[in-house]
T-cell receptor, first 119, second 113 residues
């Protein structure tokens, strides 16, 4: 199956600093990647859709200037949390879309997630 | 407003029991419904359902979609402690196939020995 990696798997940073999280599709090319955040005991909430070579599309309520997304290649998307604050502490998960070749079908494979703690 | 609702939110069973998890949805332009299993890290893919009434099966897990009822069930037979996890249902929808998913709240399953 398709493999998606994330780096780092966990990070602790001080309030006011920026943190970059990488998401890579290891054995397939992903024109579209997604970024989610998940708070404890809650489900995944989509933050933005990352398209290779174009600007990301952010969901309502997500600050684009705070969560910078760059999809520089078909296998790499990055999420940078700028001027992080304690309320940004969360589990950030990326996923990459892998086509199944059917008109309505595709599969979305998730990375292992990054645990961000802002102190 | 598009939404996905799962039930029950949590479930405790003993090894060997059979469980049924439910997922209902209200979305525009439904494309597919996906089930994921999440343990300590990110979700792992279980099933993708696009056609009503066709059961998908993998070992002790099976799932089926009912487009008339706008719902899906995930069955796990002969449960094992390793089945303990959060089971997430997600729906892909929209007039353009962006691939965006809406997730349900998840069902937390605990299987006791």
């Amino acid at each position: 199956g398709a493999v998606v990696s994330q780096h780092p798997s966990w990070v602790i940073c001080k309030s006011g600093t920026s943190v970059k999280i990488e998401c890579r599709s290891l054995d397939f090319q992903a024109t579209t990647m997604f970024w989610y955040r998940q708070f404890p005991k809650q489900s995944l909430m989509l933050m933005a859709t990352s398209n290779e070579g174009s600007k990301a599309t952010y969901e309502q309520g997500v600050e684009k200037d705070k969560f910078l997304i760059n999809h520089a290649s078909l296998t790499l998307s990055t999420l940078t949390v700028t001027s992080a604050h304690p309320e940004d502490s969360s589990f950030y998960i990326c996923s990459a879309r892998a086509p199944t070749g059917t008109p309505s079908g595709y599969e979305q494979y998730f990375g292992p997630g990054t645990r961000l703690t802002v102190t | 407003e598009d939404k996905v609702v799962q039930s029950p939110l949590s479930l405790v069973v003993h090894e060997g029991d059979t469980v049924t998890l439910n997922c209902s949805y209200e979305v525009t332009n439904f494309r597919s419904l996906l089930w994921y299993k999440q343990e300590k890290k990110a979700p792992t893919f279980l099933f993708m359902l696009t056609s009503s009434g066709i059961e998908k099966k993998s070992g002790r897990l099976s799932s089926i979609l009912d487009k008339k009822e706008l719902s899906s069930i995930l069955n796990i037979t002969a449960t094992q402690t390793g089945d303990s996890a959060i089971y997430l249902c997600a729906v892909n929808h929209g007039s353009s196939n962006t691939g965006k998913l809406i997730f349900g709240q998840g069902t937390t399953l605990q299987v006791k020995p």
